[in-house]
């Protein structure tokens, strides 16, 4: 249509110059060409707009951006740095005084006289001011505390992230490994579907029997459903990434990449030294251990002196009649020092302690926790490229067995069943090599995760 609408003015303007002098022709109004020259330029205009309908596939550092920015989880994990302003707030309320306004008025009657009489309203207005000049110290600890927990609420959103990286890699490549399966699926059905109609038409010719075209036939239907099954799962791969990146299903956008051979460098040495420079979880123990310790001091603060400072100042308008108002005003310094409070301390000391060795446990299991993984993830990585490798040779031996077994069948030496059997192997050999190939690139990613350098390594890497 576009087409049309272009070469439209100059047939007309053709034939407009053949019967010049004859008549007036529409091209000749001036108002019709404008708007010939009107409806092209809003034609021209508005293929960019329906082009840019469709969005472009997504690659794997748009994805890495999307879910950083939009995992419901990670948002959830970052208001941990809200309560860690709400405590700091708090504990640095404990270096200021405490301000506060008072006033109320009451009525009462009583009885001055022998009629009853005598009413007088009372009428109090006072503003005070107190500070607490010790505290047994457990306002210092918790000035102390604020920093920790503030690097805590960092430290988890940090440790977070890095094992959603390695979550949104597991999903994102298996949509492109179901893409490629959906591939592989459809390409053993064109194949059944050339065979079946090689082998219909050579029973035509009486050159093959009916039971060779009924196994054509089944190969065919058994691939088409494993082609059926193969989208579905693809699709299926597409929405749990989607949903990952807190994206709806109506706006699911379809992703681009390839599976492909990870290099890494490095060995189990290296790696565990930066699992143990990197790790956030680690680092968060340390700072839950520092935590405790001036949690001890709070709670040993219940048995120590307290000191505070107080000071009011106000109106007094009493309701007796042989009072006067007037203004008042009042100071004091306040010592209170524990006696007696039934254990109620030593019990909150003794429980912070128990923390505090539970602290010390994790983070030493934790430490080992991290050698385990390292060590893991080496053998898992070295297990992974050994299949591949496995692989890659099958799918080169299973080629070859095909282009042997179509060759041998024209020729008449080799059964059909043979043929039939090295397609359904050439097919498994091309999933079984895509498998290897996702299996290998995760276990990189896992390796990356168990030292904490995943959000760090792609942004190194040319996906």
């Not at 990197?278 to 000191?307: H, K």
């Not at 007696?340 to 030593?346: A, E, I, N, S, Y």
Request: aromatic content about 4%; charged content about 25%; overall charge neutral.
């Amino acid at each position: 249509m576009r087409d049309s609408a272009r070469n439209a003015p100059l047939w007309r303007g053709h034939r407009s110059n053949r019967s010049r002098g004859r008549g007036t022709s529409r091209c000749g109004n001036p108002f019709f060409r404008a708007a010939s020259v009107f409806a092209m330029i809003i034609t021209i205009l508005t293929l960019p707009v329906s082009a840019a309908a469709s969005p472009a596939p997504m690659g794997i550092e748009e994805a890495i951006d999307l879910t950083l920015r939009r995992n419901s989880v990670l948002l959830s994990l970052r208001q941990e740095a809200m309560k860690a302003v709400a405590f700091k707030l708090q504990a640095d309320g404990t270096a200021a005084p405490e301000l506060g306004l008072s006033a109320y008025a009451d009525v009462q009657r009583e009885i001055q006289t022998s009629d009853g009489s005598g009413r007088r309203d009372n009428r109090v207005a006072r503003i005070s001011l107190s500070q607490t000049l010790y505290s047994g110290g457990r306002d210092e600890a918790m000035r102390r505390q604020s920093p920790q927990v503030k690097s805590m609420a960092d430290l988890t959103v940090t440790d977070a992230e890095n094992r959603a990286i390695g979550e949104l890699f597991a999903r994102f490549y298996n949509v492109l490994l179901q893409e490629r399966r959906v591939d592989t699926e459809r390409s053993a059905a064109s194949t059944s579907e050339l065979h079946l109609r090689e082998v219909s038409r050579m029973s035509e010719l009486g050159l093959s029997n009916r039971l060779e075209v009924i196994r054509a036939e089944q190969q065919l239907a058994a691939n088409r459903a494993n082609l059926v099954t193969a989208e579905g799962l693809y699709d299926s791969a597409l929405i749990s990434l989607m949903n990952y990146m807190s994206i709806p299903p109506e706006e699911k956008r379809s992703v681009t990449g390839r599976l492909r051979i990870m290099e890494v460098s490095g060995d189990r040495t290296s790696s565990l030294e930066t699992a143990m420079a990197n790790r956030a979880d680690r680092e968060m123990l340390e700072s839950q251990a520092e935590y405790q310790a001036n949690q001890i001091e709070i709670e040993r603060s219940g048995s120590r002196p307290r000191v505070s400072l107080g000071a009011s100042a106000g109106y007094l308008d009493p309701y007796k009649g042989s009072d006067f108002g007037d203004e008042t005003w009042r100071a004091e310094l306040s010592i209170t020092v524990p006696i007696l409070d039934r254990g109620t301390v030593k019990g909150n000391v003794t429980r912070a302690k128990a923390v505090a060795e539970q602290n010390r446990i994790d983070l030493k299991q934790k430490e080992l926790d991290i050698k385990s993984d390292v060590e893991t993830a080496w053998i898992e990585l070295e297990s992974a490229n050994n299949r591949l490798e496995s692989t890659i040779r099958a799918l080169d031996l299973a080629e070859e067995t095909l282009r042997l077994a179509e060759a041998g069948f024209q020729e008449g030496v080799t059964p059909q069943l043979d043929l039939l059997s090295a397609q359904t192997s050439l097919t498994e050999s091309r999933l079984e090599h895509l498998r290897s190939l996702y299996n290998h690139m995760l276990a990189v990613v896992a390796l990356k995760v168990t030292e904490g350098d995943a959000i760090n390594w792609t942004g190194r890497m040319k996906f």
